[in-house]
């Protein structure tokens, strides 16, 4: 999926942000993002995520470059004339007000009327089911409703973007979950475009129709969730989405998309090349965990194949994780689901494992 600045309903065109006049926060963001769509901006604290949901919401101002937002120059507009539902991980509920006051006061400021009022305070709690809090204070909730609570004020008064700031992060697992998909359901019902930021990759691959990943004030690759884990651009993104095996080596062969690689060890390796250009250069070979196999009949036709030692063997409910010394990495991981009859892997054991070419990519070297 590709947006053009034309066709967007939120674009960031050559957007910058200093702090300090020297350093910048934000490099050259470019970003065009659809009306309905779901776009979660990823990536580790510092990256510059956080800054561009501020400025897009207005809490920030751009150093340099232009924010639209449904066609129009918003960067002189302030927050509260942007027409803009936000949600953030603290919640930022009205403390002496109960939740049916916590939610219509947006709908006041706006100059609505009581009675349409109380409909779209109804609609809106029942849209989160939490109908019967209506006259709770906040104190009396616990985290999830309150950020049921939060979620419903930013969708009260009908916005055409929402934008949230790790709106989960302060929530158990379990509840963290639940309530990805209950958000995900909800943008799906509503069709409201929705910016996300979070540092937690799997909610982002669970909710996102595109994730942009930053690293360094830039976006390292935009692209929708299973092409960023499917088909990293670089080393970072590969690192940072999902669990990794990386196995150092250099180029021995480069034809179209095709690349073999001598590993440190001196096996020879096919790839496919990405982010390397020419014979001779260092690289890392990225190989997900769950794509390797250790048992002969179950490797793919035209596997590579390796020896390796088990170091270590992590029991982890579903899956059973297993660390390999092999071809130069002291950390090459291996998953394997916890089914009955499952081969049972021992520390010390020596194996050999295999992968299909087409899952190993030749990544530039960190």
């Known amino acids: 999926m590709s947006v053009s600045h034309t066709d967007a309903f939120v674009a960031f065109e050559h957007v910058q942000k200093s702090y300090d006049g020297v350093s910048l926060v934000v ?51 302030p927050p509260h004339k942007r027409g803009i539902g ?22 006041e400021v706006r100059g609505m009327g009581k009675s349409e ?20 204070r906040p104190a009396q909730l616990s985290g999830g409703q309150q950020q049921r609570i939060a979620l419903a004020r ?9 934008l949230m700031d790790e709106p989960l992060g302060a929530l158990d697992k379990q509840l963290r979950e639940h309530m ?17 930021v979070t540092h937690d990759q799997g909610e982002a691959l669970t909710m996102s129709d595109r994730i942009a ?21 670089n080393s970072f993104v590969a690192g940072f989405i999902g669990e990794n095996n990386k196995l150092p080596g250099v180029i021995e062969e480069l034809s179209g998309d095709k690349a073999l690689v001598r590993l440190a060890t001196g096996e020879l390796i096919d790839a496919t090349p990405v982010n390397v250009t020419a014979k001779g250069q260092k ?39 297993a660390r390999l010394k ?3 990495s002291d950390d090459f991981v291996i998953k394997m689901r916890n089914t009955l009859g499952q081969t049972k892997l021992a520390e010390g054991q020596k194996i050999n494992v295999g992968w299909h070419p087409q899952d190993a990519r030749a990544l530039d070297p960190v």
Do not use: W
């Open 117 to 136: 009022r109380e409909d779209k305070v109804k609609r809106a709690l029942d849209m989160v089911q939490m109908g019967a809090f209506i006259n709770r």
């Open 27 to 77: 490099k050259d963001l470019n970003l065009s993002i659809a009306k309905g769509e779901f776009l979660t901006m990823l990536g580790p604290s510092g990256s510059g995520k956080t800054t561009c949901l501020m400025m897009l919401a207005g809490f920030e101002t751009a150093t340099n470059g232009e924010i639209r937002l449904a066609g129009r120059p918003i960067n002189q507009v």
């Open 180 to 196: 990805q998909f209950e958000i995900k359901h909800l943008h799906e019902r509503l069709g409201v475009t929705v910016v996300y």
């Open 154 to 162: 930013a969708l009260v008064f009908d916005p055409e973007l929402v």
């Open 283 to 321: 690289t890392l070979v990225s190989i997900r965990p769950e794509r390797v196999e250790f048992k002969p009949e179950m490797m793919p036709v035209g596997a590579h194949t390796i020896g390796a030692e088990v170091i270590e063997v992590i029991y982890m409910g579903d899956i059973l994780r």
């Open 213 to 233: 990943v930053f690293n360094d004030g830039k976006i390292q690759q935009l692209a929708p969730p299973a092409d960023l884990y499917e088909r990293p651009d």
């Open 86 to 107: 936000m949600v953030f991980q603290n919640y930022a509920l009205f403390p002496h007000m109960t939740v049916g006051e916590n939610l219509s006061f947006p709908l």
């Open 326 to 328: 092999m071809a130069g």
